[in-house]
């Protein structure tokens, strides 16, 4: 079982930045990369980035690409979302997840969600 602490989201302007830690915590069985998504009310949910435990290579979407960074702070045990340049269209739920690198099928364990609103 795997315990997730999301406690960022909130608003930003548009073009503006947030930054979305995420603490996971646990056993995770053969999880190796924690990776970040979004999904807006009635869509699919979209792979942002997620980085791998052994190399910390890491994987973008092509529509955050310069802008969105994650990173990591093994003494903190924590994984952080970078946002820059934000747009609204970009205001959805976001969450952190443990698994594989690949699509949400890939990933067993999922935090609770943090909510980004973007001003326009």
């Known amino acids: 079982e795997v315990e997730f602490v999301e406690s960022g989201g909130g608003l930003a302007q548009a073009a503006g930045s947030l930054r979305l830690p995420c603490a996971a915590s646990?056993?995770?069985?053969?999880?190796?990369?924690i990776g970040w998504f979004r999904q807006a009310p009635g869509k699919e949910r979209e792979g942002v980035p997620c980085m791998s435990d052994s190399d910390g290579s890491t994987y973008y979407a092509d529509s955050v690409k310069g802008r969105f960074t994650i990173s990591r702070d093994n003494v903190k045990n924590m994984v952080y979302l970078q946002m820059n340049n934000l747009s609204p269209e970009e205001a959805d739920s976001y969450y952190c997840a443990r698994g594989v690198c690949g699509p949400p099928s890939m990933y067993a364990y999922w935090g609770q969600g943090s909510q980004v609103a973007v001003a326009s």
């Open positions: 646990g056993d995770d069985g053969d999880a190796d990369a």
